[in-house]
């Protein structure tokens, strides 16, 4: 792996990081700020934004730290998690059910980063 490529991978898996601890940290919120003041689907709907933001940002860190060829799917990932995750958040910030609707965009873009994963690792 050449200097350019040691960049890249360090600034993806410095991405992953922050996105890794700013699920842990919202989720701590959630339990300790947000339990008493939202109603049960609204925690939930928040718990499901940290429990794929956490998890698919550990994924991101793997990835981070896959061949170049793999990388082309961390974009997508991001994407994902961003859409995904944030559009939850808004759902339960802004008490907005409409932003449901975008969801299923960043769980599309997850799909297809971790399907273009596997099949560039197939590749070889």
């Known amino acids: 792996m050449n200097a350019e490529l040691d960049r890249v991978a360090r600034r993806w898996a410095a991405i992953a990081a922050l996105l890794t601890g700013l699920g842990v940290a919202l989720?701590?919120?959630?339990?300790h700020t947000l339990e008493p003041i939202l109603s049960e689907a609204r925690l939930a709907t928040f718990e499901t934004a940290?429990?794929?933001q956490t998890t698919q940002a550990i994924g991101l860190l793997l990835l981070a730290s896959a061949p170049s060829r793999v990388r082309v799917a961390l974009p997508f990932l991001l994407?994902?998690?961003?859409?995904?995750s944030g559009s939850l958040y808004l759902i339960v910030a802004l008490d907005v059910s409409a932003f449901g609707a975008v969801a299923?965009?960043?769980?599309?873009?997850m799909i297809t980063a971790w399907t273009l994963a596997a099949w560039r690792f197939l590749r070889g």
Do not use: E, L, T
């Open 27 to 31: 989720g701590a919120f959630g339990a």
């Open 50 to 52: 940290v429990r794929y």
């Open 79 to 84: 994407a994902g998690i961003v859409i995904f």
């Open 104 to 109: 299923p965009i960043g769980g599309v873009a």
